[in-house]
């Protein structure tokens, strides 16, 4: 009886140490990716530790698209908030490096897509006169290919109605349209059921807080 | 405690002990001992790690497991893997080395401006261009605020170090342009021939440019049309001058398109209300069409037609000084066809390959006449019909070397009458080149290559060796040499009359130091240049011409220090005589100023969406001919300085969906004196000022573009 306990209890220790690798993947995760909605970690700075994280873990896995996913996301992200211009392009390419491998590792199309229009819309913002038709229409175009590939993406109809609201009256933007389409997103993201608990589920709360603005 | 027992404690713990912490921590830098910030640090398959600090430092911790492997990454630097011993703490100097990518790759541009991606040495753009104060949206205009260029606005054509308009040549995706100015009148050259839109890419080479390029002494512009469009689209344009319009198709495929455009100008509205300094007698006016096709044959296939045709007429009456009381009439009536195209394709195993062909033809034709004086008027033709093709291989040797041949043939027939008297004559000019790109190291190149070339017409044979030099010194900064021989047939004028003439010959020799960033540009350049075998016309024709060129030149553009501002600041100093023409010997020629700059602002107003522009350029004074001098003042007399300063204004909005740009312009806002000469009677009492024949033009345009796509409308909103 003692060694049958024994060897129970030995086992249940072995098992937790290898057990640990993909029980740490979910929780290094999920933990991170609460962190990502928090004001602390959503600075330029903060975000590049993050990213720096999430291509660690996407090393170590191999096989799971969603850190090189969030790596791409927490970069491009940076590179939008930075205030120091000169800095965007690199960290365009790095959320493009990224978002390759993401890709390689048959990740979600859909969602791959909207970020894609966030690496354009950063490269445009370093100057915007001259790089303005060009990649608008590439950040455009990635948004209508994410619809394509998942018209049910309330990420979607969130980053087009942003782009609606911020683009000068005059270049074709419009507040009505804008909320219009944030309005969907909303509806969207009401009935939006992630595919997994690690996969993207970003954007409502700033949803709402666009719409919000928007409204005054 | 039973044996049981401690095994118990020691399963259950097992985990948590091995999980005890030790501290890795350390600095990252680069090869020259700067700080890397953002590298990450990461133990290989483990999430341990960090994010480098803008000091290079990093500091984590990780569970002790004996040896294992850390990897830093960092975009830009390759990566680096390094065994390390996680059994205790550790403090590590990390030296990540520079990755050969491109972007960090030295450039072989000794001389040129180049204006193309927008990632790489990006000086003007097509919209800097149109943006640029005082400009009149023309790019040769624009190329004038660049360092290197003389102010010579009482003459067609790019006057480059020292060199005189003939000696600049343009190409279009590899093609000789034989006529890029179209004909203007005295004291009132012509705009350049092509739109700045019709350009991706613009480079401006002022000396030591590639051996793919030959006829040009001085300089080459090399102009790189667009590819495909983004979408189908129709434009429209009307303004004080004239109106335009377009369409632009894109096929379905998005592999195709094709487009037409014309364009209707008549100044002879503006001249009734603002009066010129010479009388109007014919137009003036122009009637401009262009078709363009351009097809994608394949993922890397390429190929390219562009077609112009062009017709005007312009004329003016002056008041007569070799004859006072009459009246000088002078007109011409131009017709002018450019067609090229152009073929590129990856031919795999490292080799491409460009094929061109273009055709082209144009038609002077002057009267001029004295009235009310006889005898009759005289009449002048000029023809020139030039065929050309081209073909270039180029092999891809390793990560960035290059190794370039190619031949070009051109023929052409240059025809002219003088009243009932012809001048014709027809060469044929073949052109062979190889050109090899080697780098020693990424930061380090070399270009080394060379040129023949034989024209019938002259029966002679030339041979151009050139060779460059490039080294990048950190991040942005590079060094660079160049040495070449430059060859060009005398002007059809000269060789009408005398086919014995030889070509004329220069050598260029330029030190260049460069240091570019997104956001800045400096670059300073020194030169030497030497002329020899320049066309004489006296005693008789001949070749015994020559004179040399000297200067330093500085360009600084920053678009970064003030929000929304761009400005560049460029200056050129040059040291230049030469001994050609009917010169009896070396003086510095009449086109020539010693000191030339110019400051170009543009200011953009986020919240009207506004653009507004200013330019201001200086010119030392240039010497002029004074017949009443004796011949040791040949030349020695000097016209005031020139000072232009130019302001825009444009709006941008959009009226429906179509994007529009309302602009106004303003040259010499101030109505400065411009001199840029004078022109004596034959018997040397009476001189008249070249001054511009209409000294502050007031440009009023609207221009639109808008999408004829309707699925294209959601992305018109962006």
């Known amino acids: 009886m003692k060694r049958f306990l024994l060897s129970l209890v030995v086992m249940a220790g072995i098992s937790s140490a290898t057990m640990a690798q993909s029980a740490q993947y979910e929780q290094t995760m999920a933990k991170n990716i609460g962190e990502l909605d928090s004001t602390a970690t959503f600075t330029p700075d903060a975000l590049l530790q993050k990213a720096g994280l999430f291509e660690r873990i996407g090393g170590a896995e191999k096989s799971q698209w969603q850190p090189y996913y969030y790596a791409a996301y927490c970069n491009v992200m940076s590179a939008l908030m930075q205030k120091d211009k000169s800095k965007v392009d690199g960290l365009a390419d790095q959320a493009e490096a990224d978002l390759t491998k993401a890709e390689q590792l048959n990740g979600n199309a859909s969602e791959i897509a909207c970020i894609k229009s966030l690496i354009a819309t950063a490269r445009l913002t370093v100057d915007p006169m001259n790089r303005g038709e060009q990649y608008g229409m590439i950040s455009a175009k990635a948004l209508e290919e994410g619809k394509q590939l998942n018209a049910e993406n309330p990420r979607v109809y969130l980053l087009q109605g942003q782009a609606l609201l911020y683009t000068p009256e005059a270049f074709g933007g419009s507040k009505t349209g804008g909320k219009a389409l944030l309005e969907v997103a909303l509806q969207k993201y009401a009935a939006f059921k992630p595919a997994g608990k690690l996969d993207p589920n970003w954007g409502e709360g700033y949803a709402k807080q666009l719409l919000q603005q928007a409204s005054k | 405690m039973s044996l049981f027992n401690r095994l ?114 990006t000086v003007l753009k097509p919209l800097d261009i149109v943006t640029t104060a005082g400009a009149g949206a023309d790019i040769v205009n624009a190329i004038k605020t660049l360092p290197g260029t003389q102010q010579t606005n009482d003459r067609e054509g790019l006057f480059v170090r020292g060199g005189t308009g003939y000696e600049t040549q343009t190409v279009i995706d590899g093609m000789l342009v034989r006529n890029p100015f179209s004909s203007g009148v005295p004291d009132m050259p012509g705009r350049g021939r092509f739109s700045p839109f019709l350009f991706k890419g613009t480079t401006f080479s002022s000396g030591g440019y590639s051996a793919q390029y030959g006829q040009g002494l001085s300089s080459a512009l090399i102009l790189e049309s667009t590819d495909l469009p983004a979408r189908s689209s129709a434009s429209a344009g009307v303004s004080v001058i004239g109106v335009n319009g ?51 044959t394949s993922k890397t296939g390429m190929l390219k037609f562009y077609g112009y045709a062009n017709w005007s007429n312009m004329g003016f009456d002056y008041k007569s000084l070799e004859y006072p009381g009459s009246t000088e009439s002078y007109q011409v009536r131009n017709h002018n066809i450019y067609t090229n195209m152009t ?116 029966g002679k044979l030339n041979f151009a060796p050139r060779a460059s030099l490039a080294y990048k010194v950190g991040y942005n900064g590079q060094f660079t040499l160049a040495y ?102 070396r003086v510095q020629p009449d086109f020539a100023a010693n000191h030339t700059a110019s400051f170009v602002a543009k200011y953009f107003v986020t919240k009207i969406q506004t653009n507004f522009g200013l330019t201001y350029s200086f010119a030392s004074g240039r010497p002029y001919y004074n017949p009443n001098q004796p011949v040791s003042k040949f030349m020695s007399d000097k ?5 232009s300063v130019g302001a825009s204004v444009s709006y941008l909005t959009s009226i429906r969906k179509a994007f529009t740009i309302f602009v106004v312009q303003v040259s010499n806002v101030f109505n400065q004196q411009q001199v840029f000469g004078y022109r004596y009677s034959s018997d040397g009492l009476r001189r008249n000022e070249i001054v511009p024949n209409v000294p502050r033009f007031i440009f009023v345009g609207m221009f639109m573009n808008f999408g004829t796509d309707r699925r294209q409308d959601i992305i018109n909103n962006l």
């Open chain 2, 343 to 458: 073929y590129r394709e990856n031919l795999g195993s490292g080799w491409k390959l460009y094929a061109g062909a273009s055709f082209s033809t144009n038609t002077d034709k002057i009267k001029t006449d004295t009235l009310p004086k006889n005898p009759a008027e005289t009449n002048i033709g000029v023809r020139s019909d030039l065929t050309q093709t081209k073909l270039m291989l180029t092999k891809g040797l390793g990560n960035f070397s290059a190794l370039r041949v190619g031949a070009e043939y051109q023929y052409a027939v240059e025809r002219s009458a003088f009243n009932q008297y012809n001048l014709n004559y027809v060469d044929n000019y073949a052109a062979g080149f190889a050109e090899a790109d080697v780098y020693f190291t990424p930061a380090f190149a070399g270009r080394f290559g060379g040129r023949t070339e034989y024209s019938s017409v002259l």
């Open chain 2, 246 to 296: 377009g369409v632009e198709t894109l096929s379905k495929d998005k592999r195709t398109s094709y487009g037409v455009e014309a364009d209707y100008t008549n100044l002879a509205p503006y001249f009734n209300v603002v009066k010129p300094k010479q009388e109007v007698n014919l137009g003036p006016e122009i009637i401009g069409t262009s078709a363009n096709f351009r097809r994608k």
């Open chain 2, 639 to 643: 016209t005031i300085n020139y000072n």
């Open chain 2, 8 to 121: 118990l404690i020691i399963a259950v713990l097992l985990p948590a002990w091995l999980s005890a912490q030790v501290n890795i921590s350390g600095k990252v830098t680069d090869g020259k001992k700067r700080p890397v910030a953002g590298a990450n640090i990461s133990i290989k398959d483990s999430y341990d790690g960090a994010v480098t600090k803008a000091d290079g430092s990093f500091s984590f911790q990780v569970t002790p497991a004996g040896e294992q492997t850390l990897i830093a990454t960092m975009a830009g630097y390759q990566p680096l893997e390094m065994k390390i011993n996680t059994a205790e703490s550790q403090q590590l100097d990390i030296v990540l080395k520079n990755a050969a990518r491109e972007l960090k790759v030295v450039t072989i541009a000794a001389g040129s401006f180049e204006a193309s991606d927008e990632k790489k040495n």
């Open chain 2, 484 to 585: 070449g021989d430059y060859y060009q047939k005398p002007e059809p004028q000269y060789i009408r009359f005398d086919r014995g003439l030889d070509y004329m010959k220069a050598t260029h020799y330029i030190a260049s130091y460069q240091l570019l960033s997104n956001f800045y540009t400096f670059r300073t350049e020194v030169f030497y240049k030497q002329y020899k075998n320049l066309v004489k016309t006296v005693p008789d024709y001949n070749n015994n011409g020559d004179g040399f060129a000297k200067g330093i030149e500085v360009f600084w553009r920053d678009r970064k220090t003030v929000k929304n501002m761009d400005y560049w600041v460029s200056y050129s100093y040059l040291d230049t005589k030469r001994d050609y023409l009917n010169y009896p010997y």
